[in-house]
T-cell receptor, first 112, second 115 residues
């Protein structure tokens, strides 16, 4: 039973355009969400997070949106750059529980 | 270095052999996690250490898997009598639990191939 789902295994976007990565979850108890980015042969690196008390968090070119009623979050990258090509994972947790539940990842390819 | 390090980076072993994977967390980080990632899958939680507390082993897939953390720092994940389904990338992460965030810092992983 996948509690965190990333239904798009891959996404291709033109450089300079907006990249939108989606994540759905089933556990309504999740109250903290994170996005990680992973390059080949490296471990994931933290990108941006959002608490369930917010519906938007912005950090430079990266914005995460949370729709609690739809149990959906998205990561927007604008403008997309070649260095953004990577696998993006969303993860979720409940309260102070240290365990993160991870999605399967979406491979983002930025075309020049 | 300042980041999480793991060794070896790659390990090829024959089915039935034991393997040991090592993780050096970031200095001062009190929490340490082991995950594995099979091809096309998300990260699967294996085990968690926090300070001197008993580890959370709830994610270990079988009793062939064990882990220890010596002196609150370096951790070793041991897989006994390896099976082909153990082939995966094993990732270690550490975090500073008192920071109030859930951010985990990952090492580069060990790619284990069981032939």
């Amino acid at each position: 039973d996948q509690q965190v789902k990333q239904n798009s295994p891959s996404l291709s976007v033109q450089e300079g355009r907006i990249s939108i990565l989606n994540c759905d979850y089933t556990n309504s108890m999740f109250d903290y969400f994170l996005w990680y980015k992973k390059y080949p042969a490296e471990g994931p690196t933290f990108l941006i997070s959002i608490s369930s008390i917010k519906d938007k968090n912005e950090d430079g070119r990266f914005t995460v949106f949370l729709n609690k009623s739809a149990k959906h979050l998205s990561l927007h990258i604008v403008p997309s750059q070649p260095g953004d090509s990577a696998v993006y994972f969303c993860a979720a947790s409940v309260g102070s529980n240290y365990q993160l539940i991870w999605g399967a990842g979406t491979k983002l390819i930025i075309k020049p | 270095g300042a980041g999480v390090s793991q060794s070896p980076s790659n390990k090829v072993t024959e089915k039935g052999k034991d393997v040991e994977l090592r993780c050096d967390p970031i200095s001062g980080h009190t929490a340490l996690y082991w995950y594995r990632q099979s091809l096309g899958q998300g990260l699967e939680f294996l085990i968690y250490f926090q300070g001197n507390s008993a580890p959370d082993k709830s994610g270990l897939p079988s009793d062939r898997f064990s882990a220890e953390r010596t002196g609150g720092s370096v951790s070793t994940l041991t897989i006994q009598r390896t099976q082909q389904e153990d082939s995966a990338v094993y990732l270690c992460a550490s975090s500073f639990m008192d920071s109030g965030t859930y951010e985990q810092y990952f090492g580069p992983g060990t790619r284990l191939t069981v032939t």
